[in-house]
């Protein structure tokens, strides 16, 4: 994974528009999605003035032409300060409720062969909301196509409800990806219950405990997100004919249910580590313990081939005709009495 690390320029000025992302540029495009109750009209012209109360989507994907963007959005009067965040891509989940709009940014993860992770930044303002995407974010596909499939409903419940329905799609992905590590992780447990003396692949789990802590670090300021949204809808309950706080409140849960998950999550993948290197040093045991098993048995022919070994001119058995076979045996001899000593006092 490459980490987001602070790339502004030394000296810039607050408000200092420029685009600090590390992955590879992705072409600046800038669509807008007019939904209406009869119909949605997709174009690359946006339409500011908004006479017909239509929900508008303002959809920027590519950071990398900042004047572009800049340019174009210019008649929402968004801050500079918050285009700065947009463009710097290195922001943890957060949530600003301004006098004129409310500015989100969230993360859209994936785990594959790397891990990646992509801002996708919010302008929430009356009927239009600006998304701002590092580079595509397949969520924001799935919902585009429960649009075209029910725009009435979308046009009905308002951008607050289109506004849901995203960062929805996103806490569903975190689920996704940490039921995955769940699966591997059971894996894991599955196979060293099948063999309860073996350890397990240590570099699978170090990589599964990265991926977590991973989805962890972005999941609980995702949590906080969404519980100031839902404390904004419930204090502007009253001022829509259908209520946004249910749905709300249930993406609130969800990021509850996520956050408590993880927790579990990683309580298995410490006690799998647990076992592990508990087996780790129970086969490492074992291999001392017959190394020292050995060593105590190669003693006995150690001490009398020393014995035999001596400069002394009388030595027992020097003159008699059997005497090396009497002192290989009485080697073998000893070693096995110690051998049959150490089993049955279950030494090995």
């Known amino acids: 994974m490459n980490k987001k690390l602070f790339l502004k320029s030394k000296g810039a000025a607050p408000g200092t528009i420029i685009y600090e992302g590390d992955t590879a540029p992705v072409q600046t495009n800038i669509t807008c999605f007019k939904i209406t109750n009869d119909k949605i009209i997709e174009s690359d012209v946006i339409d500011y003035d908004n006479k017909d109360k239509s929900i508008t989507w303002v959809r920027v994907t590519g950071l990398s032409d900042s004047s572009k963007v800049v340019e174009a959005l210019k008649p929402f009067n968004i801050d500079s300060l918050t285009l700065e965040d947009v463009f710097e891509t290195y922001h943890n989940p957060k949530f600003d409720d301004t006098f004129d709009y409310n500015f989100i940014i969230m993360r859209s993860l994936s785990i594959n062969t790397n891990m990646q992770d992509n801002q996708i930044s919010f302008i929430h303002k009356d009927n239009f909301l600006i998304t701002f995407e590092e580079y595509h974010c397949d969520e924001f596909n799935i919902v585009l196509q429960r649009i075209y499939k029910h725009f009435n409903n979308f046009y009905t419940w308002g951008s607050n409800y289109l506004l849901y329905a995203l960062i929805d799609a996103m806490i569903d992905n975190y689920i996704m990806i940490l ?12 196979t060293m219950t ?3 003396t073996y350890p397990c692949d240590t570099s699978e789990l170090f990589t599964l405990k990265r991926h977590v ?24 309950s009253n ?8 749905y709300y409140e249930d993406l609130f849960e969800h990021a509850m249910y996520l956050n408590e998950a993880i927790l579990y999550c990683k309580d298995s993948i410490r006690s799998v580590y647990d076992e592990n290197m508990s087996r780790m040093q129970l086969k490492s045991n074992k291999f001392i313990n017959i190394l020292t098993m050995l060593s105590t048995l190669m003693l006995p022919p150690m001490v009398i081939g020393g014995i035999f070994g001596m400069n002394f001119e009388k030595i027992p058995f020097t003159s008699y005709s059997h005497g090396f076979a009497v002192s ?3 080697m073998f001899a000893v070693s096995f009495v110690l051998a049959w000593f150490f089993k049955k006092k279950n030494f090995f």
């Open 239 to 246: 001022d829509n004919d259908i209520s946004i706080v249910p």
């Open 179 to 190: 039921n995955s590590i769940n699966l591997s992780v059971d894996s894991l447990e599955d």
């Open 213 to 236: 802590n991973f989805l962890s670090r972005h999941t609980r300021a995702s949590y906080d997100v969404v519980n100031q949204l839902l404390k904004l809808s419930i204090e502007h």
């Open 194 to 196: 099948q063999d309860v």
């Open 328 to 330: 290989v045996f009485a």
